[in-house]
């Protein structure tokens, strides 16, 4: 494959040439030095829009740094490429199509021409069918066939049509209809599917099958086995149509499944599946919260597009979240980032994350198609905070390799109970500092430690984090915030001149999967690698 060629190359902008020497000065400085120079530091390195408040003082990076990198992007060309996104150019260039993801939360009126077609009226006609339908389910008008109120809904579906809506129900529990239960159906195992449904009723339960495709075959598998789960109670075909309802783009194979085209909800191309939760997609968001908190939460979305949009870069929250990945990625060697929220209702938001981050940037090739020159998408990884205190946070602190972090907290919590969530919030703040600041060998003697063990207890700091805060986690935040990671990750993706938006990675597996299958259920002659034939022949002889 070509490598990037000279010249073009991202290690060959004068901004990444300088940034390279600039790293060598810096790299030796202490955060507490770079706090020590600066008494006003840890306010001015803070930048605030539509609720979120980001101090990135604690970043290994000085004002230098950040002129240099606003540069990069500069150079990079980050303006024009966001301005492309916006306008509906075809930026997901190896699938030829635009990336639209900020058309689903246009308000009203707004407008955007993809092939010669404005497409927010087309979101607001999908938009409106979704209220009416969810108010129908919501209020009991919509009944199961044999007349009872629907009180079960099982979203089936995988990534990206899975990841956002499992972690935005979580996310939104606290404003969610609490006489209904939520399901998430998704992995190919039968054990996932079993367990969802066992103990509900099938004349209570409505299914949401999720796929933009409509062929993938673990939702394809799973939605077979919801059909003949809710018939061996209901016994009559045109049950389907009031306990299934489809969202997809693909009308055909929906039909052949047996959903009425009219309880389809459409979405477009131009969506991607780990960008499609505020699309129809969010359908089982919308039926937990309702058509006014989900509309809240597009308004969310819709206020960080902005800011994405006209803010300059030393303000920007997403471009600086962004550059600072770069930053650590290549230049400090860091592989992985921490997501660590210290909210509960946000315990699935680093996994949905891992997706829109891995997914969108982990890539080798440039959009010329030539091998990328520089490391590109961290892995990205969390828990909610304190938990992860009490297991991966020893790493964090004193293991050997550098973890940027991203602590996220609220001003207030939805269940204030006695001191929670002060002791919560003292946590943020404690660990942010302990990893930026540590313990210095004299500290720890000062404290009466043995001199044997005072190499153990020494914390050296100087690791980098983030702190976002926010008033609380309403369903407006909770876009705002996934818009935050979602431009961060394209702020990236425009520096690294990849393409953020396939995942042909993904494709490889699903053919050899289904290949295997057949021979799993067969007795052909196999023709793989000798460990592969010898695993397939093992699983025959055993199952
Ligand atoms: C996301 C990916 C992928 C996709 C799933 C489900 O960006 O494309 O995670 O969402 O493979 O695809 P369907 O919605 O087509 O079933």
Same mark, same amino acid.
């Given at each position: 494959?070509?490598?990037?060629?000279?010249?073009?190359?991202?290690f060959?902008?004068?901004?990444?040439?300088?940034?390279?020497a600039?790293?060598?000065?810096? #790299?030796?400085?202490? %955060?507490?030095?770079?706090?020590?120079?600066?008494?006003?530091?840890?306010?001015?390195?803070?930048?605030?829009?539509a609720?979120?408040?980001l101090?990135?003082?604690?970043?290994?990076?000085?004002?230098?740094?950040?002129?240099?990198?606003m540069?990069?992007?500069?150079?990079?060309?980050?303006? /024009?490429?966001?301005e492309?996104m916006?306008?509906g150019?075809? =930026?997901?260039v190896?699938?030829?199509r635009?990336?639209?993801h900020?058309?689903?939360r246009?308000p009203r009126?707004?407008?955007?021409?993809?092939?010669?077609?404005? !497409?927010?009226?087309? !979101?607001?006609?999908?938009?409106?069918?979704?209220?009416?339908?969810?108010?129908?389910v919501?209020?009991?008008?919509?009944? *199961?066939?044999?007349?009872? $109120? =629907?009180?079960?809904?099982?979203?089936?579906?995988?990534?990206?049509s899975?990841?956002?809506?499992?972690?935005?129900?979580?996310?939104? $529990?606290?404003?969610?209809?609490?006489?209904k239960?939520f399901?998430?159906?998704?992995?190919?195992?039968?054990?996932?599917? !079993?367990?969802?449904v066992?103990?509900?009723?099938?004349?209570?339960t %409505?299914?949401?099958v999720a796929?933009? +495709?409509?062929?993938?075959?673990?939702?394809?598998?799973?939605?077979?086995?919801?059909? #003949?789960?809710?018939?061996?109670?209901?016994?009559?075909?045109?049950?389907i149509a009031?306990?299934?309802?489809?969202i997809?783009?693909?009308?055909?194979?929906?039909?052949?499944?047996?959903?009425?085209?009219?309880n389809?909800?459409?979405?477009?191309?131009? !969506?991607?599946?780990?960008?499609?939760?505020?699309s129809?997609?969010g359908?089982?968001?919308?039926?937990?919260?309702?058509p006014?908190?989900?509309?809240?939460?597009?308004?969310?979305?819709?206020?960080? /597009?902005?800011?994405?949009?006209?803010?300059?870069?030393a303000?920007?929250?997403?471009?600086?979240?962004?550059? %600072?990945?770069?930053?650590?990625?290549d230049?400090?060697d860091?592989?992985?980032?921490a997501?660590?929220?210290?909210?509960?209702?946000?315990?699935?938001?680093?996994?949905?994350?891992?997706?829109?981050?891995?997914?969108s940037?982990?890539?080798?090739?440039?959009?010329?198609?030539?091998?990328v020159?520089?490391? +590109?998408?961290?892995?990205?990884?969390?828990?909610? *905070?304190?938990?992860g205190?009490?297991?991966?946070y020893q790493?964090?602190?004193?293991?050997t390799?550098?973890?940027?972090?991203?602590?996220?907290?609220?001003?207030?919590?939805l269940?204030?109970?006695?001191?929670?969530?002060?002791m919560?919030?003292?946590?943020?703040?404690?660990?942010? @500092?302990?990893?930026?600041?540590?313990?210095?060998a004299?500290?720890?003697?000062?404290?009466? +430690?043995?001199?044997? %063990?005072?190499p153990?207890?020494?914390?050296?700091g100087?690791?980098?984090?983030?702190?976002? &805060?926010?008033?609380e986690?309403?369903?407006?935040? &909770?876009?705002?915030?996934?818009?935050?990671?979602?431009?961060?990750v394209?702020?990236?993706?425009?520096?690294?001149?990849?393409?953020?938006?396939?995942?042909w990675?993904? @494709?490889?597996g699903?053919?050899?999967?289904t $290949? =295997?299958?057949? @021979?799993?259920?067969g007795?052909?002659?196999?023709?793989?690698?000798?460990?592969?034939?010898?695993?397939?022949e093992?699983?025959?002889?055993?199952?």
């Amino acid at each position: 494959m070509v490598t990037e060629s000279q010249g073009t190359a991202l290690f060959d902008r004068e901004a990444w040439k300088a940034l390279t020497a600039h790293h060598e000065e810096l #790299e030796g400085k202490q %955060l507490k030095e770079l706090f020590a120079a600066d008494p006003a530091r840890g306010t001015r390195y803070t930048a605030e829009a539509a609720g979120l408040f980001l101090d990135y003082s604690k970043n290994r990076v000085d004002d230098t740094t950040l002129k240099l990198l606003m540069q990069l992007a500069e150079e990079c060309g980050l303006k /024009d490429k966001i301005e492309a996104m916006f306008r509906g150019d075809k =930026i997901n260039v190896t699938e030829g199509r635009a990336v639209l993801h900020v058309a689903l939360r246009a308000p009203r009126g707004e407008s955007i021409v993809v092939d010669g077609q404005d !497409v927010v009226p087309e !979101v607001h006609q999908v938009l409106d069918k979704m209220s009416g339908f969810a108010d129908k389910v919501r209020s009991g008008e919509w009944k *199961g066939f044999t007349g009872k $109120r =629907i009180k079960n809904v099982v979203n089936i579906g995988i990534g990206g049509s899975d990841l956002g809506p499992v972690m935005a129900y979580e996310a939104l $529990r606290h404003y969610s209809d609490r006489e209904k239960t939520f399901r998430f159906v998704s992995n190919v195992d039968g054990t996932d599917f !079993v367990e969802a449904v066992r103990d509900l009723n099938a004349d209570e339960t %409505l299914f949401l099958v999720a796929s933009k +495709t409509f062929t993938t075959q673990e939702t394809m598998t799973n939605a077979h086995s919801a059909r #003949e789960w809710a018939l061996a109670t209901l016994k009559d075909d045109a049950a389907i149509a009031k306990h299934f309802v489809a969202i997809s783009t693909n009308a055909k194979e929906v039909a052949k499944f047996g959903i009425d085209t009219e309880n389809m909800f459409g979405f477009w191309d131009w !969506v991607g599946g780990r960008y499609s939760m505020d699309s129809a997609i969010g359908l089982s968001t919308m039926l937990a919260i309702g058509p006014d908190q989900f509309r809240e939460m597009l308004a969310g979305f819709h206020a960080m /597009d902005v800011h994405f949009r006209t803010t300059p870069f030393a303000q920007n929250l997403p471009v600086l979240l962004g550059l %600072l990945t770069v930053w650590y990625t290549d230049f400090f060697d860091a592989q992985t980032m921490a997501i660590l929220p210290y909210e509960q209702y946000l315990k699935r938001f680093p996994a949905y994350l891992q997706q829109l981050t891995m997914e969108s940037n982990g890539k080798h090739v440039t959009l010329e198609g030539a091998h990328v020159s520089t490391e +590109t998408g961290p892995i990205y990884w969390g828990e909610p *905070g304190t938990n992860g205190q009490h297991s991966f946070y020893q790493l964090i602190h004193q293991g050997t390799r550098l973890i940027p972090c991203d602590f996220i907290g609220f001003f207030k919590s939805l269940n204030p109970l006695g001191r929670h969530h002060d002791m919560l919030m003292a946590n943020v703040f404690a660990q942010a @500092e302990a990893l930026a600041f540590g313990k210095t060998a004299e500290q720890v003697k000062a404290e009466g +430690t043995a001199d044997w %063990l005072v190499p153990h207890r020494v914390f050296e700091g100087n690791r980098p984090s983030n702190v976002i &805060l926010a008033e609380e986690l309403t369903p407006k935040l &909770l876009g705002t915030l996934v818009a935050l990671y979602e431009h961060s990750v394209f702020t990236q993706g425009a520096i690294w001149n990849i393409d953020s938006f396939d995942q042909w990675g993904v @494709e490889l597996g699903k053919v050899l999967a289904t $290949r =295997i299958l057949g @021979e799993l259920e067969g007795d052909a002659a196999l023709t793989h690698d000798t460990s592969t034939n010898a695993l397939i022949e093992r699983y025959r002889k055993n199952k």
